[in-house]
């Protein structure tokens, strides 16, 4: 029984870059894939990126080349680096498992505008 909780967003102009960061309880976290997820309006819940224990990485096609997930595992924290931010990558991030457990918390928000 792992829990999540993110922070680190905020308002950022195009170009620029923010670092999410996700505190987990449990002593589970070091055993699964830690995965970043956003949903925007209208559309479905997103996998944005994925870090299995063995540190194998993958991502969406949106983010891919911009954005990096990592993870500390003396810290219980999984980080999110988001990099070249466009206006599309507006939207709340949550962090969870992968496969989800879908107790999804209250993500934080990310807004990218100039």
């Known amino acids: 029984q792992v829990q999540f909780v993110e922070s680190g967003g905020g308002l950022k102009q195009p170009g620029g870059s923010l670092r999410l960061a996700c505190a987990a309880s449990g002593s589970a976290f070091r055993t699964l894939t830690v995965a970043w997820y956003r949903q925007a309006p209208g559309k479905q819940r997103e996998l944005v990126a994925t870090r299995t224990p063995s540190g194998t990485t993958d991502y969406s096609n949106s983010v891919r080349g911009r954005f990096t997930i990592a993870r500390d595992n003396a810290k219980n924290t999984a980080y999110l680096q988001m990099n070249a931010l466009k206006p599309d990558d507006t939207t709340v991030y949550y962090c969870?498992?992968?496969?989800?457990?879908?107790?999804w918390g209250q993500g934080t928000q990310v807004t990218v505008s100039t």
């Open positions: 969870d498992a992968n496969p989800p457990s879908n107790h």
